[in-house]
């Protein structure tokens, strides 16, 4: 029996006296793509945030195995180890490129800040890396000095992913990856993605609202409606048999071709 | 340096202070001025000093830490070296003498106005030698000559912040000083190397103070970044604007960031200066007529006069001993 990556416990996260997510349990496993979906305003994205640690959670137990394998508690951790966890086993891909780049430096410099920031300090070896991974996102590697408002969105999404990858982490976190793209460079996206979990044996937390992108990319799903995750399983089974009326509804609203 | 300035409070002592100032040393081109009734002693407000002191003692204690104070408002706009002018104020005594550079000169604007300023408020001997000085406030230049355990110098900050530009939230920034976050800044370094081919920071050059707090050494070449590592002088940094003052103390290691494979490098020059001919100082490029015609000299004007000076006294020792030789011959 595998050991979970991440073990989450009734965690919740409240605005006020409105719910952001409440009672949220889940085991994590290395090498799994998770995802979570639901409708807006479902409590997907408080969810992510909690888990990655960008909101305080308000209760429950929120803990991750090291590579040293012991457990960290996640809701008590220092501000330093806590960086250093995003740093170098986190990654956290945003909904906006934008968001997750630095616009003004170039691409080289985007994916090997993360390099930088854990101490490497050879120009050479930084850059030869950034483009390794600028190939292996399938992005031109001659285009490695320009600036990120120089590539398409798609392209932006890919930098931020190879971005995220470049100090081999963990565990990620994606934040509806594929929205605002078009369908083909949306399917490219996914098949990148594909490739790159199994590759790197990486454990992916993936938020969407696309019930598509969940079945191409998800071995598990959890489907989450006012904050509450109404029901969660392998994602073949969910969306094959959906059993709660919510995922019924969401399976059947979607449009076929 | 004469410890924390005793201040001047009755005319007995203001008139006391008057002949020392009346006996400022020739080598000052200013003529003594008088002193200014009606102003405490170096101008600012005993309890001032004292906080800018407890600022100072702070920022010495924790070399690179950009220290916040009550920054006040001075008689010369922002920008034009209020935080130099508060340090050097609060630290100065009645038997320092005072030095001010600005771009390396002494005769420049800023220079003679911050040093007949505190001649004429706190009544302190003032010099243009750097031998001589045993307070330098400084605006983009440290002298040429090596300080010594018994100088102060003062520089004039714009913008501490190093991550400036990079980081736009200040508590961001003090966040990740004081996590030692530094990747940044070697971001900055990357991009300069793409886009130029070598570092191309070349004033401001941003160094690491006592292997701990990312500091911006005020806008001085980075020519000047060796001089500051391991100096035996105090060196004090004051920004009025941005109301933080910082310190590398006497004999603390600064290193400037480099990558390994592009180490840090000092500007070079093929030009001796014209004046004095030295090949190790830095040298300012002045253009001297409409027709291309340029001539490179010393930005440190005290340093040239120097070397002019011993280069004459040993010419005129050569030519007495030729001299004498052609006496002595029968």
Request: hydrophobic share 40%; net charge negative; aromatic share 6%.
């Amino acid at each position: 029996m595998m050991e979970p990556l991440l073990k989450v416990r009734q965690l919740s996260k409240r605005y006020g006296s409105r719910i952001g997510c409440e009672n949220v349990s889940f085991d994590m496993y290395p090498g799994e793509v998770l995802c979570v979906v639901g409708e807006s305003g479902s409590g997907k994205s408080t969810l992510l945030n909690t888990l990655a640690l960008r909101t305080p959670a308000d209760a429950g137990s929120l803990q991750y195995a090291t590579t040293q394998g012991d457990w960290l508690d996640l809701l008590t951790l220092s501000e330093p180890r806590r960086r250093m966890l995003m740093r170098t086993e986190w990654g956290f891909v945003e909904q906006n490129p934008r968001d997750g780049l630095r616009a003004a430096v170039s691409a080289g410099a985007n994916i090997g800040e993360p390099l930088m920031a854990v101490g490497a300090r050879h120009y050479g070896q930084i850059r030869d890396t950034a483009a390794q991974w600028m190939d292996r996102v399938e992005l031109d590697t001659a285009r490695i000095d320009e600036l990120p408002a120089a590539f398409s969105g798609g392209m932006q999404q890919r930098l931020q992913i190879a971005r995220n990858l470049v100090t081999n982490p963990r565990l990620v976190f994606m934040d509806e990856p594929t929205a605002g793209l078009d369908v083909s460079v949306q399917a490219r996206l996914l098949d990148l993605l594909r490739t790159l979990t199994s590759q790197l044996h990486l454990s992916a937390l993936v938020v969407t609202h696309d019930i598509g992108v969940a079945r191409l990319l998800a071995h598990r799903l959890m489907v989450m409606q006012h904050g509450q995750v109404v029901e969660a399983g392998l994602t073949d089974q969910v969306l094959d048999d959906p059993q709660h009326p919510y995922t019924q509804l969401l399976v059947s609203s979607v449009l076929p071709v | 340096m004469n410890s924390a300035s005793a201040p001047v409070t009755d005319v007995a002592d203001m008139a006391d202070v008057t002949d020392v100032a009346d006996t400022v040393t020739p080598a000052g081109a200013d003529a003594a001025p008088e002193i200014t009734a009606g102003y405490n002693f170096a101008y600012l407000d005993e309890q001032t000093k004292r906080m800018i002191r407890r600022s100072l003692l702070k920022a010495v204690a924790i070399p690179g830490y950009q220290v916040p104070f009550g920054s006040r408002e001075m008689p010369l706009p922002y920008g034009w070296g209020t935080g130099g002018i508060q340090v050097t104020a609060a630290i100065i005594g009645q038997h320092d003498t005072l030095k001010v550079i600005d771009q390396g000169s002494d005769e420049t604007t800023n220079a003679v106005n911050i040093r007949r300023f505190f001649a004429r408020t706190a009544g302190v001997k003032t010099t243009q030698r750097t031998a001589e000085a045993t307070l330098i406030q400084s605006r983009h230049r440290v002298p040429e000559r090596p300080l010594t355990e018994k100088q102060i110098m003062v520089y004039q900050v714009p913008m501490p912040e190093p991550l400036f530009r990079l980081e736009p939230r200040v508590s961001e920034c003090r966040k990740l000083h004081a996590l030692a976050d530094y990747g940044l800044i070697s971001v900055k370094l990357y991009e300069d190397i793409v886009r130029h081919g070598s570092i191309a920071t070349t004033y401001d050059y941003p160094v690491i103070v006592n292997n701990r707090y990312l500091s911006s050494p005020s806008p001085i070449p980075k020519f000047d970044n060796p001089k500051l590592n391991m100096n035996p002088a105090l060196q004090l940094f004051g920004a009025g604007r941005e109301r933080r003052l910082y310190a590398i103390p006497p004999y603390t290691p600064v290193k400037s960031l480099d990558f390994d494979d592009h180490p840090f490098d000092i500007e070079r020059w093929p030009h001796a200066c014209a004046l004095c001919g030295s090949r190790d100082s830095f040298l300012d490029e002045v253009i001297v007529d409409d027709a291309g015609g340029r001539m490179f000299v010393c930005s440190d004007s005290d340093y040239c006069g120097e070397q002019r000076a011993a280069q004459e006294s040993a010419t005129a020792t050569a030519g007495q001993q030729t001299a004498a030789a052609g006496q002595e011959r029968p």
